[in-house]
């Protein structure tokens, strides 16, 4: 292939400088490539791309405003906008190693650093096409997810084209991986890392040891691959997923936070660390991440109404746990900056102006005032009237701020009619459930979970009554859970038939069980709760 061959291609240059644009358009078409078309940003290119089939795209990293070059080719490709056949190029004068390899995750074609000369262009342009017209057969078999055609095709190219012979052997890999042939695979890799370092392969190995559930080989291996190569982002997260499955989840922490310093703007990778850290409860580091994909996913794809709500959520939390009197105030200045941008970006969303109203009813200093209660009112109202469009989220904080203001009956009410809406979604009904079981901090819930597991183990030893304080005092702290209320009604009624008929016990096992009225039939605990009842029944 050579430059004449490109001459009829069709071109769009994505630049927000209209100086760089006209420079580009210059070059090619001095190259002889006359269908040439412009874009100023990110909208503009999304239009144009959706309606014209462009052989090549020649995007620059930074649009301004909105989306980014490389968000633009992430939001294209999970829509399925860019033809097979399109090669997408970024180009930019950022040289740092976060942007490099921030940039070079989202698979562009290639990688292309300003300035660059006519001859530079014109010898990429000729490599570019050669290579999409070598690999494009590939191409088409992956996005088809044809894995015996992907294995095949891989193989040819391996076979007859040395020049995309590495890539060509990272598909056959993936081919062979998805068929479950990691005998054969593994084979394969064996020949490339037996002659020298290559450090996906070996990363691969160590991800088919995952997958026959060898995990702590897999974890020892990909450690030994990041040393040698700490810029393979991949291992990262096989890596992660290892230390997932081994339950070493401080460990985890600490190598997504490595990841993520490599490559900052992977928001999968950051939303993982997010969840680690709740998990590890170090909500400070939770709240870093939140505010770091909220900045990242405004004007892309990945922006919605939910990431600022559950920001807003971690931010409340951290203030729970913190001691220091400065970190509180950062925390109530950043909920208030959060909760404006959302108001502003979402006006007209329901799921704001109502998240917004329980966010001002929780922060309320006296919860039973007058005007408070009638805020419950109004918001109460507005949450059945506009059901229909309020999410998961926006659903769970407002049953959880009435029960918070010691509305349990509407709070109770609320969730049946989210649990009604969300029905089809079984997360969302278990977290609806919990919160129902327990609407209290998570400290209390904490708490209430040590001593509910101190009672369990006495109970287990028979110690009944040793069991029965561990049980009241974490009803105290978490009043409406089932497990808890009724691990103390059994412990009670076994130490009643051991030691004889308390009235007052009885009393305390009647009210323990008319706390649980809201109990759903199709809840895990209703079976046992009317065992209970009824065993309660036969000795009043």
């Known amino acids: 292939m050579d430059i004449f061959d490109i001459k009829p291609k069709k071109v769009l240059v994505v630049d927000d400088f209209a100086n760089v644009r006209r420079s580009i358009k210059g070059q090619l078409m001095d190259l002889g490539i006359t269908n040439v078309f412009e874009a100023h940003d990110a909208d503009s290119a999304h239009r144009i791309v959706k309606e014209t089939k462009f052989d090549l795209i020649l995007c620059d990293y930074n649009l301004g405003?909105?989306?980014?070059?490389?968000?633009?080719?992430?939001?294209?490709?999970?829509q399925s906008v860019l033809h097979q056949a399109s090669i997408f190029v970024l180009i930019t004068a950022e040289t740092s190693r976060e942007i490099v390899v921030s940039a070079m995750e989202f698979s562009p074609d290639d990688y292309l650093a300003k300035p660059f000369t006519m001859e530079v262009l014109a010898n990429r342009l000729i490599r570019w096409f050669e290579r999409r017209q070598v690999m494009l057969p590939i191409f088409v078999s992956l996005e088809k997810r044809d894995w015996p055609a992907l294995a095949e095709l891989s193989k040819?190219?391996?076979e007859e084209h040395p020049r995309y012979r590495a890539a060509?052997?990272?598909?056959?890999?993936?081919?062979?991986?998805?068929?479950?042939?990691?005998?054969?695979?593994?084979?394969?890799?064996?020949?490339?890392?037996?002659?020298?370092?290559?450090?996906?392969?070996?990363?691969?190995?160590?991800?088919?040891?995952?997958?026959?559930?060898k995990f702590e080989t897999a974890e020892l291996g990909l450690k030994e691959v990041l040393i040698k190569?700490?810029?393979?982002i991949e291992a990262y997260d096989l890596l992660a997923t290892s230390l997932q499955a081994l339950d070493k989840d401080d460990e985890l922490q600490i190598w997504l936070e490595h990841g993520v310093a490599r490559a900052p703007k992977n928001i999968e990778r950051q939303r993982k660390l997010v969840e680690v850290a709740q998990k590890n409860l170090d909500f400070h580091r939770a709240s870093q991440g939140l505010r770091d994909i909220v900045n990242m996913s405004s004007n892309t794809m990945h922006e919605h109404v939910g990431i600022f709500q559950e920001y807003i959520k971690n931010l409340q939390i951290e203030d729970q746990h913190t001691v220091s009197e400065q970190r509180k105030r950062e925390i109530s200045k950043e909920i208030a900056s959060v909760s404006r941008r959302m108001n502003e970006r979402y006006s007209s969303d329901p799921n704001s102006k109502l998240f917004s109203k329980a966010l001002v009813v929780q922060k309320a200093k006296d919860p039973s005032s007058v005007a408070n209660q009638k805020l419950l009112d109004e918001l109460f109202a507005q949450t059945f009237e506009l059901t229909e469009f309020i999410n998961s989220d926006t659903g769970l904080f407002l049953c959880e701020t009435f029960y918070r203001c010691d509305r349990e009956n509407d709070g109770d009410e609320l969730i049946s009619k989210f649990k009604e809406k969300f029905k089809d979604n079984r997360e969302v009904v278990r977290r609806l459930e919990?919160?129902?079981?327990?609407?209290?901090?998570?400290?209390?819930?904490?708490?209430?979970?040590?001593?509910n597991y101190q009672g369990i183990e006495l109970y287990r030893q028979k110690q009944y009554a040793a069991a029965i304080p561990s049980f009241r005092n974490a009803m105290l702290l978490s009043p409406r859970h089932p497990g808890i209320i009724l691990n103390l009604v059994q412990s009670t009624l076994l130490k009643m038939k051991a030691e004889g008929i308390s009235k007052p016990e009885v009393d305390l096992c009647i009210e323990c069980l008319d706390r649980l009225k809201y109990l759903p039939e199709d809840h895990s605990q209703f079976e046992r709760f009317n065992k209970l009842k009824e065993n309660l029944s036969k000795i009043q």
């Open 156 to 158: 040819h190219v391996i």
């Open 168 to 213: 060509a052997q990272k598909y056959f890999v993936e081919a062979l991986i998805q068929q479950k042939q990691y005998t054969q695979a593994e084979h394969f890799l064996r020949g490339l890392v037996d002659k020298r370092f290559v450090s996906w392969a070996q990363a691969s190995l160590h991800r088919i040891d995952f997958l026959q559930n």
């Open 65 to 78: 405003k909105g989306r980014d070059g490389a968000r633009l080719l992430e939001e294209w490709r999970s």
């Open 229 to 232: 190569d700490p810029n393979l």
């Open 434 to 451: 919990e919160l129902q079981a327990e609407p209290v901090s998570f400290e209390s819930r904490k708490k209430a979970k040590q001593l």
